[in-house]
């Protein structure tokens, strides 16, 4: 099987539909899958349901998206970046489905685990509980939260090699790993595509998860939010110059 495509647009090729859930990795810009969501927003599909931690900031990552409306509905812990989903949110154009974060991360997990739903203390007595079953385990109460199963799943990865089998670079990793499984398309776009096969213990997201690779184009680092100050030499001590 012929996991290595051209370009995100050949690696998506086919799978593309209106109305699919499509997981996305990524928290803020760190992780972010650039190339296949731009290959997603030219490809036209619309109402689509993203699950992401965060719907990116105003015309980057999953927030070009919404500048197309191709959102239909979002299932995310943290939106406050990106004012464009705010107003669709307001005024009704935009389904919203808040999860808290660790929430979100095992849903996706047990999804990929092929475990249908898990029970939680977190949300109980919120309106993230409203309509949910409850039950009580050793005096205290619990919500049921179901798994995620995404029709597509989209993550950005340090390197790869041509089996598919991924490896993160650091706080890029966040939620990639728990995206990759929950899909039943997987698709990663990697910085660097390796000829060899990685070392066994060396690999976070293993081949057989991943349907197809692309190597992302080079592209300047985005940053979410660049803070700076003067740097003052005098209050610099020669430890931490």
Do not use: W
Request: charged fraction near 25%; charge should be negative.
């Amino acid at each position: 099987m012929v996991k290595v495509h051209p370009t995100a647009r050949a690696a998506l090729d086919g799978v593309l539909a209106d109305g699919i859930t499509v997981a996305v990795g990524g928290f803020g810009l760190c992780g972010v899958p650039f190339d296949l969501i731009e290959a997603v927003r030219d490809s036209g599909v619309k109402s689509l349901t993203i699950v992401s931690n965060n719907l990116g900031v105003d015309g980057k990552g999953l927030g070009m998206l919404l500048d197309h409306g191709q959102v239909g509905r979002v299932v995310a812990s943290y939106v406050g970046e990106n004012k464009r989903f705010a107003a669709q949110y307001l005024d009704g154009t935009l389904e919203v489905e808040f999860v808290p974060q660790g929430t979100l991360a095992e849903r996706m997990r047990a999804g990929g685990a092929g475990i249908p739903g898990f029970y939680t203390p977190t949300g109980v007595g919120t309106d993230v509980s409203e309509g949910k079953p409850t039950r009580d385990f050793d005096g205290r109460t619990y919500v049921l939260e179901r798994g995620i199963v995404a029709d597509l799943a989209l993550v950005r990865a340090h390197i790869g090699d041509r089996a598919g089998n991924l490896r993160y670079r650091m706080t890029a990793r966040n939620f990639n790993p728990n995206v990759a499984t929950c899909g039943k398309v997987t698709v990663a776009e990697v910085e660097h595509l390796s000829d060899d096969f990685l070392d066994p213990d060396d690999v976070v997201t293993p081949g057989i998860y991943v349907d197809g690779l692309v190597v992302a184009s080079v592209r300047e680092k985005e940053i979410e939010m660049l803070t700076t100050r003067p740097r003052n030499e005098t209050n610099l001590t020669g430890a931490n110059r």
